[in-house]
């Protein structure tokens, strides 16, 4: 697999129909996202057609091209009779469950077998399709290619649907490789040699003044870029329903107006004269843009380098008509005080009421059995995914789980088990991850309250919940990938903003109970590409008080890389670098530990796509930290289980010293479970894997921890598949 950056992408268009009758064997067993049975190979069979577009979680630009292929493709289909499918292979369930948060998709989910990767062998979304038993449709990037898509999906009376965010929607403008844009300029300027010179370049657009446009011009894609007189454009839009205005000197969103000599703004919305094809506003009226805004829909900005600029107006439209977009004063945000930009009655959004759904009376299962490995309780009702535990101040740990988008507790104690409800509201919320500080203990989750899925905080003390606490900041993107760890007095909590085809990292540290300063992450320096940031899945550990450790994914550098370091400075690659980004090692999905002295370690998942292309297993590998050559050690392979399919490992160093290493893991048979997998080193020496999961249940998201007073060893995972799934926690004998 190949993640080509930037606008390269976008000169790999091919169209390559062919069958698979004769060539492949037919996938009789495929799973969806919670291992549930999709019967792909009947489903192929059918006469209605079955489309299924690639969309990788781990790459930028798919996050992006995958919504677009969910509304055009995907709903059309099933409009017209057929069947809807995503694929996403090699990425873990957590991974692949924010993608489905992020953009609220109900289609199922192809996440296995490997072998399904043979019918599109590359990292970008594309479409797929079959009818009868062929495949008719293969290799078919979509960027602006619907008219032809539509046709050869047999959809002739189907409408293209612009969807959301400026990155999208220039892509469309810059990069749709057949000249089926124009970037319109003000009446009698002259266009800037080098924009004109691109756009036949890339064969994307043409340049043209807005005084000689045709009838014919406005059914493509269009730009407005320049320093356009406010008169101009009232001409130039009077009658048309759009989500922004030009009247008496301002350019009006809503409720609020501003000066329009004394902004820029940039804007994106379907074309008012042919709703099918992509409006984009590029003002600046003497501001500059110094911040990127590519995963917005709208910003009306003001300020001419770095320290005066401000961003006035910002956030997304609201969409439930899709070709008549309209500002939602619920997604839309400021860095000033708008009251002055009010021009009619403006309300503050009022803040949203959810009624409980679920009390502290509701009846969850808490049982415990013996197994052959320890102790094992079943907790939960249904719909329970993702644990997360953390060591108890005796007696047992505390586990977090989210079941049905509610968050629970479970505290395990010698005097009794007791759970509680954390988030129990109509409100969605899930990823939650726990950690003790002092007499409490906190749980953060990611919810969503306002229309973005935010990172929300509250803590139990002496049997008692604070207020939920807002912990990451109310802006115009999902928060993604939560991370804690705590040194017994503070705690970090670490999440990744998503914004458009990137990922930010996040963290604020809490000592004591009070909040400090929301601050970046050195993440390592990207090459090959400029400026490109996208970091996510962290794992955070302490090394004595306050010196705080992470390592996560990145690319780029490599193409899918894992890079760790103290939080203070530039991290440092932990999978093997070369000399092209193409050559690096593969490897992701991270956890950073540390032994009793404070020597640092890293594991972390090896490259999944080994396991179709060369039948190579999947590895789970470990690095230490040499602290004087100040550089991660190069990676080993831990023995190896039963597996092919291994992902998502967690570890923890014993109070004797002896390491203890989780993963999950499948072979990769029609007929194989996840299951959990341990290994322990002890005086040098790594014992083969074992599996402390029960038979006849996948599962999977291990976590592990110590609990210290007594050194035992405690490991959580979700066990089961679709609604019957629960959670388990192992006491380790």
Partial sequence: MKLFPGIIIFFIFILWSCTVSGQNAPIRHAEGLWEEHIPFDSLILNTTLTVVPFSSSNCGYCLIDGYFTEMNYITANERNGGTGLHQCLFNPQIDIFAFQKHFGWHTPILTWPPDLYRYHEDGFPTVLAFRNGKQVLRNFYNYDK???????????????????????????????????????????????????RNGIKWNAYIVKPMDSLTPGDLNRHLMLKGNFPIAELQKFFSGRNIPVKFENGMVEFGEYGFPFDSVGMQACFPNPFYPEKFMVIDLTNGNKLTEEVNYLDFVVYHGQDSNSFKKI????????????????????????????????????????IFPITLGDDVKIECSGKKSPCGTLFTLGNKNCRFPAITAGLSG?????????GNILLCRISDKGNDIKVVEGTAADAYSPVVAAEGNRTWVFWLGKKDGYYRVYGRFLEENRWSDEILISRKEAFDAVSLATASDGEEITVAWSEWRANQRFLRTIAIHQGVLAEEKGVFVAPPQYIDDYYNAWYASLSYIGKGNLWGAWNQHYPGTLCVVAGNLTGPALPVTAQAKNMDDWEIGGYPDIFSDRTGNLYTVWQSNGWDVYWDSIPQHIRISGYNSGLKKWLPGVDLPLAATTLNETPKAVCGTDGTFYVVWSGRANGETSEWGIWLTKKKDGEWTQPIKISPDGLHTRHPDIVIQQDDGSVWISWHSGSGDSMKVQLLKLE
Avoid at 396 to 404: H, L
């Fill in 146 to 196: 619907f008219d032809t898509l539509k046709s050869l999906l047999q959809m002739p009376d189907t409408k293209m649907t612009p969807t959301g965010n400026l990155h999208l929607a220039t892509r469309f403008i810059y990069e749709n490789s057949r000249l089926n844009a124009i970037v319109v300029i003000p009446a009698g300027t002259i266009p800037d040699a080098r924009l004109r």
């Fill in 396 to 404: 047992g740990p505390a586990v977090v789980w989210e079941e049905d």
């Fill in 313 to 352: 107006f910002y956030g997304h439209f609201d969409k439930s008509d899709p070709h008549k977009w309209k500002t939602d004063t619920e997604r839309t945000f400021s860095e000033i005080s708008l009251h002055s930009y009010c021009i009619r009655q403006c309300d503050i959004p009022r803040k949203k």
